[in-house]
C-alpha cells in the first residue's frame, strides 16, 4: 500500500541556534506524490531551513516531518541520512558539483552513497556509468565533449544540467530543486525547465521547485507561497 | 561507499600541497628509522668488536679505558703489566689461552700491536669468527708484520712491502725507527671491527725495534747489535684470556684483581662493552628525540594543510551532505585523505631511506667502519611506524571534527 502523501509537515518550528528566534514556524504542508509544486518566496523566507528539514539534514524542535512515509523525528540521524541518499535528489543554484570529479563521477555519487539508486540506475540501463550516460545524452542533446572531463570546463547552465543528472540518477522519489535556474540567461532557464520536467514526468518523481522567480510558475501543478508554510513571518533573518 | 577514491581524487586535486605533506612526512620518516637502524647497526657492530675472549687483563684503571685501548685502539694504557705477572697468571690452570698485547708505536697514523702467534688462531670477532688472511701468512720472522684489511686498502700496501714503524703514535713522528723496516707477511680478511686498522708484528719484532732505544730518546752512543740483545719483552700492555670453562672465570677475575705482585685489572668484555655503549647511549637518545620532534613538525604541517584547506571546502562538504552523506563519511573523508598523506609519507620515507642505504652502504662502511644492513624492518621499526600513523589518524580526527561542525552549521545550503 502506497500513501499518497510523500511530504507531510505538522505544526513544525526550528531554530539554527538554541537562543535564536525559530528560522521556521510552520503550519501544514501536505505534497503528494507525483506533484510538481513550486514554492515561492524571497531570500531569508526560511527556504534553505525548509529544505533541509525536508532533506532529513536538521530535525525541528517542534512538529512533525513525514518523508516518504518516514517520521523523521523518530529517526536516527544516520537513518535520515539514509533516506536522503536512497530518495531524495537535490540541485541547488550554483557551484551543484565536486570540482575534484569528473562529469561522470559527479552524476554517478548518489549511487555510491544509495544501493538502492544504484540498483535502480542498473535495472534500467545494465550500469550505474550506462545510465548516466544516458541522462547525460539526454540532457546533452547536442553536446560532443566527453564525460570524462573536468567539471571546472563547465559553464554554469551545463554545470546545472549535470546537477540535474545527478539528482535524477537512480530515481529518487523526490526531487528538491532550490534556485536552479537563477544563475542562468533566459534561453537556457528556457531549456534547463523543458529538460528537467521531460525528466522528471519520465521517472515519476515528485518536484519541490523552490525560486523567488515567478515566471516559471505556470510549469507547476500547484504553487505554494512560503508566507503561508512559514508563519514566523520573513521580516527577520 | 568507497571513501577512499574521494579521498584520493580529492588529494590529487590539490596535490602541489599533498606532495610537500607527504614530502615533509617522508623526511620525518627517513630521520626516524634511519636513527633507528644507525643505532641497531652500530650497537651489534660495537658488540661484535669482540668475542671468544673471556677476561681481558691491563694494569689497573677503569674497565672502559681498558677496553678502549685494548680492544678499539683508543688511547693508552696508564701502566704496563710485568712480563713475570703475565706468565705468572697465563700458567694458571684453566686457561686455554692469552694473547699479550704490546702498543705504543704507530705506522702512517694505524696502531702497531706487538702480539703473539696465538693471535691468530684464537683471537675471535663477531659472533664467534676467527680472524682469516687474504693473502700471505702470519708473522714468521722478527720484521714480519701482519696487516688489517684498511691498512692495505688506504696505503696501498700488499705482501712484501716495507714497513717502517714510528715511535709513539703520532702519525707525523720524527722518530722513525728507519734502520728496522717490517716487511708485511700477511693481509687480514676485513672484519668491520678495529683489527682492520692495525698492524700487527711479534713481541720480539716490538723488542728488536727499540733495541738501542732508552723511553722516547734514541741512545746516541752505538749500542749492542739485534743478536746480542734479549728480545724477551720486559712488560705488555695487556692480555686477553680465553678460558676452558666459563665458570672460572669469576675466580680468576678475583685473583687477578687480587695480584699481590701488582695492580692489575681484569674485566669481562661483554659487560665492559655494555658499559660503554650505554655512555654512548645519551648521543642516540638525543637523535631519537630529534627525529621524534620533526616527526611532531611533519603532523603539525599536514594538520595546518587541512585545517587551511576546510573552509574552502564548506561547499563540497554540503554537496556531499545533499547526495547522502552522512557526517560519519565526512569525517571518514577527512581520516582518510590524512592517513592517505601519512601512508604516502611512510611508503615514501622508507623507499627513501632503503634506496639510500643500498646506495651509500659501502661509502659509509669504507669511512665510518659501520655496515648498515637492509633487511627487514624489525619489530621496533614497525611499532614506530605504526604509531606514526597512529598519530596520523588521530592527527586527521582535528579536522574531521571541524568540518563536522560546520556542516552542522551549514547544512547543505553554505552562504556563499
Redesign the interface.
Known amino acids: 500500500m502506497v500513501e499518497s502523501t510523500l511530504i507531510r509537515l505538522d505544526n513544525v518550528e526550528f531554530c539554527?541556534h538554541a537562543n535564536a528566534k525559530p528560522s521556521i514556524r510552520s503550519g501544514k504542508l501536505c505534497i503528494d506524490r507525483h506533484e510538481h509544486v513550486f514554492i515561492q518566496g524571497t531570500s531569508g523566507s526560511g527556504k534553505?531551513?525548509l529544505?533541509?528539514i525536508i532533506?532529513g539534514?536538521?530535525t525541528p524542535q517542534k512538529g512533525q516531518v513525514n518523508v516518504v512515509g518516514k517520521d523523521f523525528t523518530q529517526l536516527k540521524?544516520?537513518e535520515r541520512?539514509?533516506v536522503?541518499?536512497?530518495h531524495i535528489g537535490?540541485i541547488?543554484q550554483q557551484?551543484?558539483?565536486?570540482?575534484?570529479?569528473s562529469i561522470l563521477?559527479n552524476v554517478t555519487?548518489?549511487c555510491?552513497?544509495?544501493g538502492v539508486r544504484a540498483k535502480n540506475a542498473t535495472e534500467r540501463s545494465g550500469s550505474v556509468n550506462n545510465e548516466a550516460v544516458y541522462l547525460l545524452n539526454r540532457l546533452y542533446s547536442k553536446s560532443k565533449f566527453g564525460f570524462d572531463r573536468k567539471t571546472s570546463e563547465l559553464s554554469v547552465g551545463q554545470q546545472q544540467r549535470v546537477a540535474a543528472a545527478?539528482a535524477l540518477i537512480g530515481q529518487p522519489q523526490l526531487i528538491i530543486a532550490?534556485e536552479p535556474t537563477s544563475s542562468l540567461d533566459y534561453d537556457s532557464r528556457q531549456a534547463f525547465m523543458d529538460l528537467l520536467f521531460d525528466e522528471v514526468n519520465t521517472s515519476g518523481s515528485t518536484l519541490l521547485f523552490v525560486s523567488h522567480d515567478p515566471t516559471q510558475q505556470h510549469r507547476f501543478d500547484r504553487v505554494v507561497e512560503m508566507s503561508t508554510i512559514n508563519t514566523r513571518g520573513s521580516a527577520d533573518l | 561507499m568507497n571513501l577512499r577514491l574521494l579521498a584520493w581524487k580529492s588529494l590529487i586535486s590539490r596535490r602541489s600541497t599533498a606532495i610537500l605533506t607527504v614530502a615533509s612526512i617522508a623526511v620525518s620518516v627517513v630521520l626516524l628509522l634511519g636513527v633507528e637502524k644507525i643505532r641497531v647497526n652500530a650497537q651489534s657492530s660495537f658488540a661484535n668488536t669482540i668475542s671468544g675472549t673471556d677476561l681481558i687483563v691491563g694494569a689497573r684503571s677503569g674497565s672502559i679505558q681498558l677496553l678502549l685501548y685494548s680492544v678499539f685502539r683508543i688511547g693508552s694504557a696508564t701502566n704496563n703489566i710485568s712480563w713475570d705477572s703475565y706468565q705468572t697468571i697465563a700458567q694458571k690452570k684453566g686457561i686455554k689461552w692469552t694473547i699479550p698485547i704490546s702498543l705504543g708505536d704507530s705506522h702512517r697514523g694505524f696502531r702497531v700491536m706487538g702480539t703473539s702467534k696465538d693471535y691468530f688462531p684464537f683471537y675471535q670477532y663477531g659472533q664467534k669468527r676467527n680472524l682469516q688472511l687474504t693473502s700471505g701468512k702470519p708473522f714468521d720472522n722478527l720484521f714480519d708484520a701482519v696487516i688489517g684489511s684498511e691498512v692495505a686498502k688506504s696505503l696501498r700496501y700488499s705482501v712484501g712491502d716495507e714497513v717502517i714503524i714510528s715511535h709513539g703514535t703520532v702519525s707525523t713522528s720524527f722518530s722513525e725507527h728507519k734502520n728496522k723496516p717490517f716487511i708485511i707477511s700477511g693481509i687480514l680478511e676485513h672484519t668491520g671491527t678495529p683489527v682492520d686498522r692495525t698492524v700487527h708484528v711479534s713481541l720480539a719484532g716490538i723488542e728488536a725495534m727499540h733495541v738501542n732505544w732508552q723511553g722516547l730518546v734514541k741512545k746516541r752512543t752505538v749500542g749492542k747489535t739485534l743478536s746480542e740483545a734479549n728480545l724477551q719483552p720486559e712488560s705488555i700492555t695487556a692480555f686477553l684470556i680465553g678460558l676452558d670453562s666459563k665458570i672460572m672465570s669469576f675466580k680468576l677475575q678475583r685473583y687477578i684483581n687480587e695480584y699481590a705482585g701488582e695492580p692489575l685489572l681484569a674485566i669481562f668484555p661483554g659487560i665492559a662493552l655494555h658499559e660503554m655503549w650505554r655512555l654512548m647511549s645519551v648521543a642516540e637518545q638525543a637523535l631519537l628525540i630529534i627525529s621524534i620532534f620533526v616527526v611532531i613538525a611533519s603532523l603539525t604541517g599536514m594538520l595546518a594543510v587541512s585545517l587551511a584547506g576546510l573552509n574552502e571546502r564548506r561547499r563540497e562538504v554540503a554537496i556531499l551532505r545533499s547526495v547522502g552523506a552522512s557526517h560519519w563519511h565526512i569525517m571518514g573523508l577527512l581520516i582518510t585523505e590524512t592517513l592517505l598523506l601519512t601512508v604516502a609519507g611512510i611508503l615514501l620515507g622508507a623507499a627513501i631511506l632503503y634506496s639510500g642505504i643500498g646506495l651509500s652502504q659501502s661509502i659509509i662502511e669504507a669511512n665510518y667502519g659501520l655496515f648498515i644492513t637492509i633487511g627487514l624492518p624489525s619489530q621496533k621499526e614497525f611499532a614506530m611506524v605504526s604509531i606514526l600513523l597512529l598519530t596520523g589518524f588521530l592527527v586527521g580526527l582535528i579536522p574531521a571534527y571541524r568540518a563536522y561542525l560546520n556542516s552542522l552549521a551549514d547544512g547543505m545550503s553554505t552562504r556563499l
Do not use: C, K
Open positions: 539554527w534553505s531551513t529544505l533541509n532533506g539534514i536538521v540521524e544516520i541520512d539514509r536522503r541518499a536512497d537535490f541547488f557551484f551543484n558539483l565536486i570540482p575534484y570529479l563521477e555519487l548518489p555510491r552513497f544509495s545527478r532550490d
